[in-house]
């Protein structure tokens, strides 16, 4: 879940990103994995998936670290962060994300999604 307030805004990245409402410091701790609201799918039950549900797990979901017989579904904004090759937002951890820089109020907030993929990125379905 994010820890800061953001807004959705149309992205110069792609598509809708997420976007800092207020000045976050560098070091601030911006999104946890909190399992009350965040999903962890079994791979099994997202490989059954077709249609537009399998879709959007695609586009909105990413291998967990921890435990590759899951994946991440995050239930806020977060689902919406775009990549970026230098980021503002350091993903490094599976659990939390920290702000690895200043970021300004109506700066959009990204990470780099090589984090999540052992071989470069790609959306789950394009595996």
């Known amino acids: ?3 800061v307030d953001v807004y959705l805004d149309k992205s110069p990245i792609q598509g ?7 000045h ?11 399992p009350n609201y965040d ?11 077709t249609g537009p549900i399998k879709t959007y ?5 990413y291998p967990d670290r921890r435990d590759p017989n899951y994946i991440v579904f ?8 775009n990549h970026a090759d230098d980021p503002n937002c350091d993903v490094s951890s599976p ?9 300004a109020p ?6 780099n999604y090589n984090h999540f993929f052992e071989a470069g990125f790609d959306f789950l379905g394009d595996r």
């Open 95 to 103: 659990e939390e994300t920290y702000a690895s820089r200043d970021i």
């Open 39 to 49: 999903r962890r799918i079994p791979v099994e039950v997202y490989e059954r998936e």
């Open 16 to 22: 809708i990103g997420v976007f800092a409402k207020n």
């Open 74 to 81: 995050e239930a806020d904004d977060a689902r919406y962060m």
């Open 57 to 61: 797990l695609d586009r909105y979901s």
């Open 1 to 3: 879940m994010l820890l």
């Open 106 to 111: 109506g700066e959009e907030m990204t990470c």
């Open 24 to 34: 976050i410091p560098r070091g601030t701790l911006v999104w946890k994995l909190d």
